[in-house]
């Protein structure tokens, strides 16, 4: 978080030290029309998808805020996720951030193997790595630092 003395960033829109609820939402969502912020002051903020340089985007609005913001994610998975971990990038706890998910979109799932993340459009339980062709497992665990599911070598038991 910035300090208060800190000039406001020009591309933010943000006053600075804003203090209220950022709604940021990615591709078709329209849940984040409907959150309640509790009156308190709302910037919303809308993209594509979470591509670097809307990450960059979210991180410069991020760094305009103080303490006691509030940030509420919108779209599918991956995205929010990718969001969610800038947002603890950027020194906001978990219980400051709020997504709403669509469960239908793609996965994110992290290789230990390479250490590339590949993303799982077909939600299943198995995945190619796109760095080093593994067939990976998805598990269950989620690693909010790298925004991605953990994926294992799916058949190594058979290779040896």
């Known amino acids: 978080m910035r300090s208060v003395s800190m000039p406001p960033t020009a591309c933010t829109g943000l006053e600075p030290g804003f203090r209220g609820v950022i709604c940021a939402s990615f591709g078709a969502a329209g849940d984040i029309a ?3 912020t509790g009156g308190r002051p709302r910037h919303d903020l809308h993209f594509a998808s979470a591509t670097p340089n ?3 985007d979210l991180r410069t609005v991020l760094g305009a805020s103080h303490v006691g913001v509030r940030l509420v994610l919108a779209g ?4 929010i ?9 950027c020194g906001l706890l978990e ?4 997504l709403l998910s669509d469960e ?3 996965r994110v799932v992290y290789c230990p193997h390479c250490l590339t993340t590949t993303i799982d459009r077909a ?8 760095g080093c062709a593994t067939v ?4 269950d665990h989620f690693s909010r630092r790298k925004g991605a599911y953990l994926g294992y070598s799916a058949h190594a038991e058979e290779a040896s």
């Open 123 to 130: 939600a299943g339980s198995e995945v190619e790595c796109q």
């Open 54 to 56: 809307t990450l960059s």
């Open 81 to 89: 996720r990718a969001a969610a971990a800038v947002a603890a990038e």
């Open 136 to 139: 990976l497992a998805i598990t």
């Open 34 to 36: 409907k959150q309640d």
């Open 76 to 79: 599918p998975q991956a995205d």
């Open 95 to 98: 219980e400051e951030v709020t």
């Open 104 to 106: 239908a979109g793609p």
